[in-house]
């Protein structure tokens, strides 16, 4: 995974450059995505039973903090959310749509990633084969 600093979207969220040495699923993603609001409660309860095993990161891509806050808050968003109002973290990996998904092990290097929506079953399955190491 590429290095990148972005600003979080509250001032409480985690420093991206602290969860090295931690499983992570990181999420981009827009509000105005169909496929993403769909997706977007399943990585919520995904963040709430991985707990402490995987971190759930969302990068949201080129939309300001308010429009961002108000999706938050509807979905109950838990987790740290990032804002990427260049679209540079986009353009570093490579996107060729809304949502992606990367999980990334401890050392930084991603095992899987996945184009597209996912159901809770998919990221589960595929957060679950992170944290076990393979």
């Known amino acids: 995974m590429p290095a990148f600093a972005l600003p979080p979207l ?3 969220d985690v420093s991206l450059s602290s969860l ?17 609001r769909r997706e977007m409660p399943a990585l ?15 990068i949201d891509q080129g939309e300001d903090a308010p429009v961002v806050t108000a999706y938050v808050k509807q979905f109950g968003v838990g ?4 804002l990427d109002r260049d679209q540079r973290v986009g353009t570093m990996l490579h996107l ?11 050392s930084g290097v991603v095992r899987d990633a996945v184009d597209g ?3 809770y079953q998919v990221m589960a399955e595929k957060a679950q084969r992170l944290v076990a190491g393979g």
């Open 10 to 12: 509250r001032h409480s």
């Open 117 to 119: 929506e996912m159901t």
């Open 96 to 106: 060729v749509g809304l949502p992606s998904s990367f999980f990334v092990d401890r």
């Open 20 to 36: 090295r040495g931690k499983d992570v699923l990181v999420n981009v993603w827009a509000t105005w995505c169909g496929p993403c």
């Open 79 to 82: 987790f740290p959310v990032y």
């Open 44 to 58: 919520a309860e995904l963040a709430r039973k991985m707990g402490p095993r995987l971190e759930v990161v969302a």
